[in-house]
C-alpha cells in the first residue's frame, strides 16, 4: 500500500486524486417515499444562507435537496465516511462513536480507539445549523482522498447532532474554502494537500453529471480537459472566504429580472438550488411561470418545461446560460424550480447552476473557472 501511494504521489498524482461523487437520493426524494415530507418541511424550514454567516462557528443548513457524496477515509487502519465536499464551509467532521443521537445511528462512526494514528486535540468544536447544531470535538489523524493519504490532518468528531441529519445521506462534510472562516481556526484539507505537496497545482475541480448515479468527480491538484470544450473563463474571486464572486446581472430573454447593478454570489457546491433574495427569487419565478407554494417550493407544469425559457447569469461580463431542463427537477410526480428565496442580500450559484458547467476552484490566483461541458 505504501509502495502504491507513493507512486500515485511521484507519478500519476492525477489519476490517484479523484474522488467519485454518487449523485444519491435527497432528503425530499426520501421523506417523500415515506409520507414524511409535509411533516419535516414544516419542522425544519429551509434557512439556505446562515451557513455564510461568519460568527466563529461554522454554519451549515438542512438542505434537502443535496444528491452529490463521495468517500474519504480516516485513520490507520482506514475508517470509511461518506463526505459532502463543500466549497461553502471549511471544516472536515464525521460522526464519532461516542454520538447517541438518532442522527448518529444510521451513519458511520468514527471509532479513536481503532486508529493508531489518531491525536486528540482537546478542544471543542460546534458547528451551527439552521434548526439545531452539531457539537463535538476536534482530533488529528491521518485523511486519506482520492487515494492520497494527508498527515496529521485536524477534524471534527460529532457527539450530538440535530435531528434532521438522521434523514441525509452524508455521514458528514469536508469544508472546501478558505481557513479563515474554519472554526477554530482548523486547517482545511485542501490546504494541508497544498502544504504537504500532495496536489501538483493549487487547483481542485468539480463535474457533476445531471442524470445518471455515477460519473460526477472532484478532483484535487488537476483541470481536466477532457470534461470541457472551447475556453474557461475565470471569474477573480470578491472575498477571499468563500468562492464569492460579483454577479453583474440575471436576464432572461434579454431583460434583467434580477441583480440590476451587480450584487454577491457564492459559488457552492454544498447548496443544491440557486438562492437570491425573496423579491429578486419571485420575480424569476413569475417570469419563468411558477407559481409559489405555501413551503416556498415554485411549482410549475412538468409538460411546459420545454417552452420555459432560459436565465442568463452575467459574471465578469462572461455570460452562462442555465435551460429549463436544468432549473427544473421532477420528484413524485411534481415539477419545481431550483431558484429558492432568502431574506438575504447574498446570491448562492449552487449545484443546479454547477451542473451545467465544469468548475475550477483557482488557489493560486483566486478565482472561479467555468467552461462550457464537453
Known amino acids: 500500500m505504501k509502495l502504491i501511494l507513493a507512486l500515485c504521489a511521484l507519478v500519476a498524482l492525477s489519476e490517484c486524486l479523484r474522488v467519485p461523487l454518487i449523485k444519491g437520493k435527497t432528503v425530499r426524494e426520501k421523506m417523500k417515499e415515506k409520507g414524511l415530507w409535509e ?4 419542522t425544519f424550514p429551509y434557512n439556505p444562507t446562515v451557513k455564510f454567516v461568519q460568527d466563529g462557528t461554522e454554519s451549515l443548513t ?38 447517541s443521537d438518532e442522527a448518529c445511528q444510521n451513519h458511520n462512526k468514527f471509532n ?20 439545531g447544531s452539531m457539537t463535538g470535538y476536534l482530533a488529528y489523524d491521518t485523511v486519506t482522498v482520492g487515494g492520497i493519504s494527508i498527515q496529521n490532518q485536524i477534524f471534527g468528531l460529532s457527539e450530538t447532532e440535530a435531528a434532521f441529519m438522521a434523514s441525509m445521506t452524508a455521514d458528514g462534510i469536508l469544508g472546501l474554502a ?10 482545511p484539507v485542501f490546504d494541508n494537500m497544498e502544504s504537504q505537496g500532495l496536489v501538483s497545482e493549487d487547483v481542485f475541480s468539480v463535474y457533476l453529471s445531471s442524470d445518471e448515479e455515477e460519473g460526477s468527480v472532484v478532483i484535487f491538484g488537476e483541470i481536466d480537459s477532457s470534461y470541457y470544450t ?4 475565470w471569474i477573480p474571486l470578491s ?8 454577479m453583474d446581472s440575471v436576464t432572461i430573454n434579454g431583460e434583467t429580472v434580477a441583480c440590476s447593478g451587480g450584487c454577491q454570489a457564492i459559488i457552492d457546491t454544498g447548496t443544491s438550488l440557486i438562492v437570491g433574495p425573496s423579491s429578486a427569487i419571485s420575480n424569476i419565478n413569475s417570469v419563468v411561470g411558477a407559481t409559489t407554494d ?33 432549473y427544473v427537477s421532477e420528484t413524485s410526480g411534481s415539477c419545481i424550480t431550483g431558484f429558492s428565496g432568502s431574506s438575504d442580500s447574498l446570491w448562492i450559484l449552487g449545484d ?14 483566486n478565482s472561479v473557472g467555468l467552461a462550457q461541458l464537453a
Not at 479513536?112 to 434548526?131: H, K, M, R, V, W
Not at 478558505?178 to 486547517?187: G, H, K, N, V, W
Not at 420545454?306 to 462572461?318: E, K, R
Not at 443546479?352 to 490566483?365: A, C, G, H, P
Open 112 to 131: 479513536p480507539a481503532d486508529s493508531s494514528t489518531f491525536q486528540n486535540a482537546s478542544e471543542a468544536l460546534s458547528i451551527a445549523y439552521g434548526t
Open 230 to 233: 472551447g475556453d474557461i473563463y
Open 294 to 326: 405555501e413551503y416556498g417550493d415554485a411549482i410549475v407544469s412538468c409538460s411546459s418545461i420545454q417552452s420555459m425559457p432560459s436565465v442568463t447569469f452575467t459574471l465578469n461580463d462572461y455570460t452562462f446560460t442555465i435551460p429549463a431542463s436544468s
Open 239 to 246: 472575498s477571499e472566504t468563500y468562492y464569492q464572486i460579483t
Open 178 to 187: 478558505y481557513q479563515s472562516i474554519a472554526s477554530d481556526d482548523a486547517t
Open 39 to 42: 411533516k419535516f418541511r414544516k
Open 62 to 99: 438542512n438542505d434537502a435537496d443535496l444528491s452529490y457524496y463521495g468517500e474519504i477515509s480516516i485513520g490507520t487502519p482506514a475508517q470509511t465516511f461518506t463526505v459532502i465536499f463543500d466549497t461553502g464551509s471549511s471544516n472536515l467532521w464525521v460522526p464519532s462513536v461516542s454520538c
Open 352 to 365: 443546479v447552476f454547477i451542473r451545467n458547467y465544469y468548475t475550477i476552484f483557482n488557489r493560486e490566483n
